[in-house]
T-cell receptor, first 110, second 112 residues
Framework: GQNIDQPTEMTATEGAIVQINCTYQTSGFNGLFWYQQHAGEAPTFLSYNVLDGLEEKGRFSSFLSRSKGYSYLLLKELQMKDSASYLC???????????FGAGTRLFVKA | DVKVTQSSRYLVKRTGEKVFLECVQDMDHENMFWYRQDPGLGLRLIYFSYDVKMKEKGDIPEGYSVSREKKERFSLILESASTNQTSMYLCATPRASNQPQHFGDGTRLSIL
């Protein structure tokens, strides 16, 4: 079957670093996306990994290990506005279908 | 910037009604998708389209149909609405098949 697992909720303190993990088992792999979704809003794109390694973009970094079926999103210097859900999504081979995880709700406290 | 517009943010309909959800994109993208999002389940693909008049079933197409008469518009139809179709519906389109999805604001649909 196809499965994407990520923690349901996490809490972190303003200014800290948090790592959100994602493991996946899919029939094909053509890249992994991370999206951010604030409550009541649409998801917005954060990062895309198709090769193993770390991609850094400002305060956010994303890591991929294809052999382990594993990714993480790293958020540094947390701000209150980072309180949101973070969705891990795998693009299947063939290119059309993206499989989404249920999302990790991150709470940033002062 | 890609603009994806969904016709309604909130909609309340009755069981058995035929419901139309509209989505329009302004970037001439070929691929368009309809998802529903439910707590604890994430986004699930209902239908997608890769060209005008072309459609493919996603993972949960039962009870739904779609229409793509023009490239910019992708409509989701609930043939006979039922309470288990109460959900957030999201339309999305990527620039290409390996590009990120651009989402509309979503329609929160309640079926009473």
């Amino acid at each position: 079957g196809q499965n994407i697992d990520q923690p349901t909720e996490m809490t972190a303190t303003e200014g800290a670093i948090v790592q959100i993990n994602c493991t996946y088992q899919t029939s094909g792999f053509n890249g992994l996306f991370w999206y951010q979704q604030h409550a009541g809003e649409a998801p917005t794109f954060l990062s895309y990994n198709v090769l193993d390694g770390l991609e850094e973009k400002g305060r956010f970094s994303s890591f991929l290990s294809r052999s382990k079926g594993y990714s993480y999103l790293l958020l540094k210097e947390l701000q209150m506005k980072d309180s949101a859900s973070y969705l891990c999504a795998v693009l299947n081979t063939g290119g059309f279908k993206t499989i989404f995880g249920a999302g990790t709700r991150l709470f940033v406290k002062a | 910037d890609v603009k994806v517009t969904q016709s309604s943010r909130y909609l309340v309909k009755r069981t058995g009604e035929k419901v139309f959800l509209e989505c329009v994109q302004d970037m001439d993208h070929e691929n368009m998708f309809w998802y529903r999002q439910d707590p604890g389940l994430g986004l699930r693909l209902i239908y997608f389209s890769y060209d005008v008049k072309m459609k493919e079933k996603g993972d949960i197409p039962e009870g739904y149909s779609v229409s793509r008469e023009k490239k910019e518009r992708f409509s989701l139809i609930l043939e006979s609405a039922s309470t288990n179709q109460t959900s957030m519906y999201l339309c999305a389109t990527p620039r290409a098949s390996n590009q990120p999805q651009h989402f509309g604001d979503g329609t929160r649909l309640s079926i009473l």
